[in-house]
């Protein structure tokens, strides 16, 4: 049974910076894509960024050049780097993993397993 749990989520004014960790569990990580998604209040759930199997990287053009998405396959953890936050990024942070090993392309909803979701909350 797969599980993620994520942390490294708060309240932090704009302009600062936070690292949002996701832990997997119940299968061999490395086989799979990773990704982190968002969704703010009175919104659908968003991809923030994603990276594949093999390292291709994914990002919303809302976080080019402030987000960095990495993992560590010793670790089983996907990490995201969120610099130079605003208040628009502030929602729930959700960790997804695809249920498909191997794949080309980044994570998307329709495929994945889903953490609980982490609240980052930037302060204007």
């Known amino acids: 049974q797969v599980q993620l749990v994520e942390s490294g989520g708060g309240l932090v004014q704009a302009g600062g910076s936070l690292r949002l960790s996701c832990l997997a569990s119940?299968?061999?990580?490395?086989?799979?894509?990773m990704g982190w998604f968002r969704q703010a209040p009175g919104k659908e759930r968003e991809l923030a960024a994603a990276?594949?199997?093999?390292?291709?990287?994914d990002y919303a053009d809302s976080v080019k050049g402030r987000f960095t998405i990495s993992r560590d396959n010793a670790k089983n953890t996907v990490y995201l780097q969120m610099n130079s936050l605003k208040p628009e990024d502030t929602a729930v942070y959700y960790c997804?993993?695809?249920?498909?090993?191997?794949?080309?392309?980044?994570?998307?909803?329709?495929?994945?397993?889903w953490g609980r979701g982490t609240q980052v909350t930037v302060s204007s």
């Open positions: 990276i594949t199997w093999s390292g291709t990287i």
């Open positions: 997804a993993a695809d249920k498909t090993p191997y794949r080309l392309a980044t994570v998307v909803p329709s495929n994945s397993y």
């Open positions: 119940g299968r061999t990580f490395s086989k799979y894509g």
